[in-house]
C-alpha cells in the first residue's frame, strides 16, 4: 500500500488551495484515452510532452496488434483532494483514475 501511495505521490504538483476553509492540494496528470476499450489502458502521465512520447511509444504497439485502437489527443486533469485517503479514494471508485 505504502508503494502505491508513493507512486501517486511521485506525481503530485506542489500547490495547495484554500478551499471551504479547508487546505486541499492539488494532482495535475494528463490522459489519452484510448479508443475502443477499458479505461485502463488510458495513457496517463505528469506532463503533456510525457504523454504525447507514451502515446507515440504505444500507438506503434497498437498498430502492431492489427486493430483499430488509438488515442485521442492528451488531457489535463486537475484533482483536488484533502488528504492521503481522499486522493486514493477518487482514483480508485468507479469512473475515477484513468477516466
Known amino acids: 500500500m505504502c508503494t502505491v501511495l508513493e507512486s501517486v ?4 504538483l ?8 479547508l487546505v486541499m492540494a492539488k494532482l495535475v496528470v494528463w490522459i489519452a484515452r484510448q479508443d475502443g476499450d477499458s479505461a485502463c489502458y488510458n495513457i496517463v ?3 503533456r510532452k510525457a504523454c504525447l512520447e507514451l502515446v507515440a511509444k504505444n500507438g506503434v504497439q497498437w ?3 492489427n486493430d483499430d485502437a488509438g488515442y485521442e ?3 489535463k486533469r486537475e484533482i483536488h483532494y484533502k488528504d492521503a485517503f481522499d486522493l486514493w479514494e ?3 471508485c468507479e469512473g475515477g483514475g484513468r477516466s
Open 45 to 47: 502521465a505528469k506532463t
Open 9 to 12: 505521490a511521485s506525481m503530485l
Open 63 to 65: 498498430i502492431d496488434r
Open 14 to 21: 506542489a500547490t495547495n488551495l484554500i478551499k471551504g476553509g
Open 90 to 92: 477518487q482514483a480508485t
Open 73 to 75: 489527443a492528451p488531457i
